[in-house]
């Protein structure tokens, strides 16, 4: 390993943000961040820390009956002129304050200080939350070695405002096509004007009464919406083809099937294919780990609407949730920051709920 | 000049027309099309020859209070397999036989051997009709030399059946523009879908009811038409912008001005950007010329629809029609023909006219 930024795990949590918003790690170079990781981690005697790619993995083995995983992504979007971090008024600012670098900063502190939790605990730390699927590090990691992932409970420390928000709905995209048939734009009544036939598909958006099923005892709140749309030839031709890019997001009380189906009903006689679809994940709040967590944290947890890695989860079978000190409306703004305060507080409650 | 392909004008108009369509002239490489009409016509002695670029204009000048102009362009659009031609049946096949290589063909024959018309005439061979309006040769021409195009009347060689068709619509396209507001399409009730939004749009030209006015006693039909239409920010996005672009192609009692007028008052409430307009052309054919020519052809004339270089005459006050033997609907396939029939008729009616 290169020598590089070395971590103080010693600091507090929100110094500790700042030292990890410092080094750099948009999305595929995490290389740097993951190093620091590693080498602050490896420094813990009572943890096994192993590696994978950008990834690094901790976790004590204690023989306890149950596990948990607090997992965390360490890149960020790209930096816009956010960089480095800045305090003012409490409120820590800069590139991945918020999502999630003082999630992973509590991660780091629990990892180093709780020695001896009520609960066996893995740490994951991973990359490339922030892009396409297919280079998800957590999705790697659960290829190359799921029972490295295996536990009774899970969380991800994405932003949450200090809530706790069960499950995730799942999300599915597909392309609506109208067609017509071209021709001369000056003898318009010779073709079929696709662009115009793409109205009904529009029609059926505007008019869709989105559902907000209860799922596990918590609200999930859906949403069908166009994303993209794209029609024409030439600016002198009645256009043949108008492609109406249909985003549904699906309570998970839907598998991805029935959310397919279900979008193929609704555009019934226009051509409907399916690009990508994954499945939500239920909140899971009912296993005992889930339970005394949610106890600990108090408040009422919340359905989260948008899918996260916590869906990764389900798909293991190993229950999840999402919990972590950041806002997920400044995720991603170029504003991005956190409160000091919120940072200290869920580090203490998780501190509490794993010493038991 | 460099030696080319030399053309012979005795040639029975048919064959000459096979041997126009078999010089390769794709729009901007007009040049040895160009040499080969120039060098034909400078043998004729009672013609002046002048050449613009890879134009060839070739005029009478007999006194004789009348001229009108004949026109006709030399490019094609690509080339699709369909060259070299061929005669099947009496019809002649390849890349330019119908639009507009036969019309050229009639104007050559006619150049070489009226020697003697009733009123003067101007022949013009011209480039780049085929492509963007700013590189047409006709344009450049009535730039560079308005007076060489002065006349009573024109007459271009389009393909229209044999029919005289009068005058020309004019063309607009404007960008109509929905707004609405970003949001994460987990949360989709935070914004306000703009591709939603522009279904409203789409609902004005679906509903739209299409003129068809009478001007200078030709019919002509209005259109309007979505002929593109773009929206989307990611698939995750609910995007804030959709824009429908839209073409309006108006009757000649119209100016471009009032034209821009209704759109925007149609759209009223969406922002409207009109993008390009060009006037179209009233069809003319009260001057003694042109009643003389409609006379001699026969038939009733109707009103063009789409539009064409006319306009380009009418800008220059001079009143013209299109007339020639190819057939509109066959312009710009790759199976385009025309049958030698047509060509020998246009022709034969052509020079009767001129030789009064």
Known sequence: MLPGVKLDLRLPVGELTAQLVDIESVSGAEGPLADAIETALRECGHLAVSRDGNAVLARTDLGHPQRVVLAGHIDTVPVAGNLPSRLDGGLLYGCGASDMKSGVAIQLKLAAEATAPVMDV?????????????????????????????????????????????????????????????????????????IHEAAGILDVLRSYQARQPEVDGLTFRE??????????????????????????????????????????????????????????????????????????????????LGWTDVARFAVLGVPAVNYGPGDPLLAHSRGEHVPLGAITECEAKMRTWLSG
């Open 223 to 304: 949403g069908l919406n166009a994303v993209g749309i794209s029609g024409g030839v030439a600016g002198n031709v009645i256009p043949d083809e108008c492609v109406v890019t249909v985003n549904y997001r699906f309570a998970p009380d839907l598998s991805a099937e029935q959310a397919a189906e279900h979008v193929r009903d609704l555009f019934d006689g226009w051509e409907v294919t399916i690009t990508d679809v994954a499945d939500g994940a239920r909140p899971g709040l009912h296993s005992p780990a889930a339970a005394s967590f949610t106890a600990v944290v108090g408040g009422t947890p919340r359905a989260k």
């Open 122 to 194: 893995t740490y994951v730390f991973y990359d490339c939350e922030e892009v396409e699927s297919e280079r998800n590090g957590l999705l790697r990691i659960s290829r190359n070695s799921p029972a490295s992932l295996s536990a009774n409970f899970a969380i991800l420390l994405e932003p949450t405002a200090g809530l706790v928000e069960g499950g995730c709905q799942g999300t599915l995209r597909a392309e609506v096509r109208a067609r017509g048939e071209r021709a001369h734009s000056a003898r318009a009544w010779m073709g079929r004007n696709a």
